[in-house]
Structures are given as C-alpha cells and as structure tokens.
C-alpha cells in the first residue's frame, strides 16, 4: 500500500494533477480523502486544497 499527497491553491490545478496521476497509475486506487484550508492574511483569504490517495 502505498500514498500520494497532492497540495495546490486553486481546486482546478489540484484536479488536474490528480487526474494526470491517476492516468499514470497502474496500480488499484484503494481511497481519495479531499481537504479544503482556508486561512485569512491581512483582508486576503487563502485557500489550500489537498487530497491523499491510497493505492496498491
């Protein structure tokens, strides 16, 4: 069993490294765990979107 983490700023970057890696994979997805962080510096809101993939 093995994990991948992807972390990225825009929802869309981190779909489509997450699509790139699962056209690669040659192995069996075994779970996806999705997570949103929102932070707020100064009046700007930063995102952090990450998703762990567990595969064999």
Known sequence: MKV???DENHEKDLENSVNA???TLEGEVIDIK???????FAE????C????????
């Open 49 to 56: 979107f990450s998703v762990l993939i567990i595969y064999q």
């Open 21 to 23: 890696f699962l056209d």
């Open 44 to 47: 700007e809101q930063i995102y």
């Open 34 to 40: 999705y997570q949103v962080g929102v932070s707020v």
């Open 4 to 6: 991948k983490i992807f």
